[in-house]
């Protein structure tokens, strides 16, 4: 079974920033597209941006003005680091490895921005 390890949420003020980190085995992360994605109370749950083995990147349009999604080769981890926090950023953040047919999730990480 594949893991996926999440860390980085938490509890931040509105215009606050925070880093999400996901670290993957290495033969995931060498060949699989790394994402975020997020689900928050009674939403569906969305796209926030992926990269690929090769480095390209995908950003959810409203979202990516604020939000850089890159990779650590080194270390296996793949990161989101997002600014200018607002409360309807509030969400279980997920990361997710896919490639072809193949889609792994980690467990989730709580990201809540309130005052």
């Known amino acids: 079974q594949v893991q996926l390890v999440e860390s980085g949420g938490g509890l931040v003020q509105p215009g606050g920033s925070l880093r999400l980190s996901c670290a993957a085995p290495?033969?995931?992360?060498?060949?699989?597209?790394m994402g975020w994605y997020r689900q928050a109370p009674g939403k569906q749950r969305e796209l926030v941006a992926h990269i690929s083995s090769g480095g390209s990147t995908y950003y959810e349009d409203s979202l990516k003005d604020r939000i850089t999604i890159s990779k650590d080769n080194a270390k296996n981890t793949v990161s989101l680091q997002m600014n200018s926090l607002k409360p309807e950023d509030t969400a279980v953040y997920y990361c997710?490895?896919?490639?072809?047919?193949?889609?792994?999730w980690g467990q989730g990480t709580q990201v809540t921005v309130s005052s």
């Open positions: 290495g033969s995931i992360f060498r060949l699989y597209t």
């Open positions: 997710n490895a896919r490639w072809r047919s193949e889609v792994y």
